[in-house]
C-alpha cells in the first residue's frame, strides 16, 4: 500500500507499508534473512547494501508503524531502550532535558546512570500542569521527554501544551506512547517532534518479540536518528520485524479488547474495599482525565492500584496468587500481567524518589489482557479474596 493515509485506522494496520513479493507475489512480507546485499559494482546497488543498515522486512514494518502514527519516517531498534538511547545521542555535554517524575525504571536508569555522567542534565518534575515546564526552560535545555499515560500512575500529561512550550522554545518535544499505541493516541498529530515505542509491547502484542521504534516529519531529524542507528548498531532482525508486523494487524481489534477489559476490571476494583489508590484514565476524578478523553480515543488495558495497609509481604503474597494474571514483567501482550513495579520495572529508582510519585511498597500494575472478562474478573476475586 504506497499511499496508506486516506485509509482507515484497522486498513493501514493490516496494508501499510506492505506489497506483494515482486518475485513469487507472496502477501506477506518475506523474512529476508541476510545480512549484506549483492551489488551490481561498487556502490551499485539495489537500495540495500549492509543489512545493520536496511533490511527489506524491517523497512516494511518502519513504514507500517509510521503510518500508523501519522508519520513520514519510521526506525526501528533492538529494543525500546535502544531507541531511547538513540534520542538521547542527538544531545551533547552540557545539554539539558526535561522529563517527568513518574517515568519507566529503564529510562530513569539510562538518564542518571548512563548519561549523565557524560555531562546531560536531567530535570525529573511534575508535569501535570504543563506550564511547570516553564520554569525549567533556560538556554542549555534542548528536550522534552514525557510519557502519557506514565508508568504506572497513569498520569495524563497534556502533549498539545506541551508542544507550544517547545515550539517557544526550539525544544525537541519526544513522547513515549507505548501505554496509548498509536490506536489510541498520535503524539505527532498533537504537535510532538518524535514518538517513541517500545514495541514489544501493544504493538508486537504477543510478548515474543523485543524491539523499539522512533517516528518523525521531520526530513534531518529522521538523518540523524537513522545515521545513530547504523552507527551504533542497535538493529533488529528481519525475523522479529516479521512477528511485529503480524501482530500489529491485529492492532485494532486487541486494542478494543483491552480497553473494554480494562474498564469493567477498573470499575469492579473502584469498589473492592481492600483497594486504597486506583489509577486509570477512564475516571472522571483521574487527574487530567479531561486531557486524556480529548487526546486519546479510549483509555486503555493498563490499571495500577495500591492495597489497604497491605506490608511488602502482603502485597508479595497477593501478587503472587493470581491463576490468570501472570506475576511479570512488561505489557501490551494478549495475556494478563500483574507487576509490582516497585521491585520490577521501577527496582533502579531510588525508593525516596519513587514514593514521592506514588510508586509505593504497596503498588500493584495490571496489565489487561484480552481473555474473557469473567475468568479476569473471577481470579481478580478469588486473589482479593
Not at 504543563?130 to 542549555?140: L, S
Request: hydrophobic residues 40%; neutral net charge; charged residues 20%.
Amino acid at each position: 500500500m504506497k499511499d496508506s493515509s486516506k485509509y482507515k485506522f484497522g486498513t493501514k494496520a493490516i496494508h501499510a507499508g506492505q506489497e506483494p513479493d515482486p518475485t513469487t507475489g507472496a502477501i506477506m512480507t518475506p523474512i529476508y534473512q541476510t545480512s549484506t546485499y549483492v551489488q551490481e559494482a561498487p556502490g551499485k546497488n539495489k537500495g540495500y547494501g549492509y543489512a545493520r543498515g536496511k533490511n527489506p522486512t524491517r523497512v516494511a514494518l518502519e513504514n507500517c508503524i509510521a503510518a500508523l502514527e501519522g508519520g513520514k519516517h519510521g526506525i526501528c531498534f533492538s529494543s525500546g531502550m535502544g531507541s531511547t538511547d538513540a534520542v538521547i545521542k542527538l544531545l551533547r555535554p552540557g545539554d539539558e532535558v526535561i522529563t517527568g517524575d513518574d517515568l519507566y525504571g529503564g529510562s530513569y536508569r539510562m538518564f542518571t546512570k548512563i548519561f549523565e555522567p557524560f555531562g546531560i542534565k536531567f530535570h525529573f518534575i511534575n508535569m501535570l500542569d504543563a506550564a511547570n515546564i516553564e520554569k525549567y526552560v533556560n538556554e542549555k535545555t534542548k528536550l522534552i521527554w514525557l510519557e502519557t499515560p506514565t508508568n504506572p500512575t497513569m498520569q495524563i500529561i497534556d502533549i498539545e501544551a506541551c508542544a507550544k512550550i517547545a515550539k517557544k522554545n526550539n525544544l525537541i518535544l519526544c513522547v513515549d506512547n507505548t501505554f496509548a499505541s498509536p490506536y489510541l493516541q498520535n503524539p505527532l498529530a498533537l504537535g510532538a517532534d518524535i514518538v517513541m515505542h517500545s514495541v514489544t509491547k501493544y504493538l508486537g502484542g504477543h510478548s515474543d518479540v523485543v524491539m523499539g521504534a522512533l517516528v518523525m516529519n521531520d526530513d534531518k531529524l529522521h538523518e540523524q536518528l537513522y545515521f545513530i542507528l547504523n552507527s551504533c548498531g542497535a538493529n533488529p532482525g528481519p525475523m522479529d520485524s516479521f512477528l511485529v508486523l503480524r501482530g500489529i494487524k491485529t492492532l485494532h481489534i486487541r486494542m478494543e479488547r483491552h480497553c473494554s477489559n480494562g474498564k469493567k476490571i477498573a470499575e469492579f476494583l473502584k469498589t473492592h474495599p481492600k483497594i486504597d489508590k486506583l489509577y486509570w484514565p477512564g475516571f472522571t476524578d483521574h487527574p487530567n482525565h479531561a486531557i486524556a478523553k480529548k487526546q486519546m480515543k479510549d483509555f486503555g488495558g493498563m490499571i495500577s492500584f495500591t492495597i489497604k495497609n497491605a506490608s511488602l509481604e502482603d502485597t508479595f503474597k497477593l501478587a503472587s496468587s493470581f491463576k490468570v494474571f501472570s506475576l511479570a514483567e512488561s505489557l501490551g501482550g494478549v495475556e494478563s500481567l500483574i507487576n509490582h513495579p516497585a521491585t520490577m520495572t521501577h527496582a533502579s529508582i531510588p525508593k525516596a524518589e519513587r514514593e514521592k510519585s506514588g510508586v509505593v511498597d504497596s503498588l500493584l500494575r495490571l496489565s489487561v489482557g484480552i481473555e474473557d472478562i469473567e475468568d479476569l474478573l473471577a481470579d481478580l476475586k478469588q486473589a482479593l479474596g
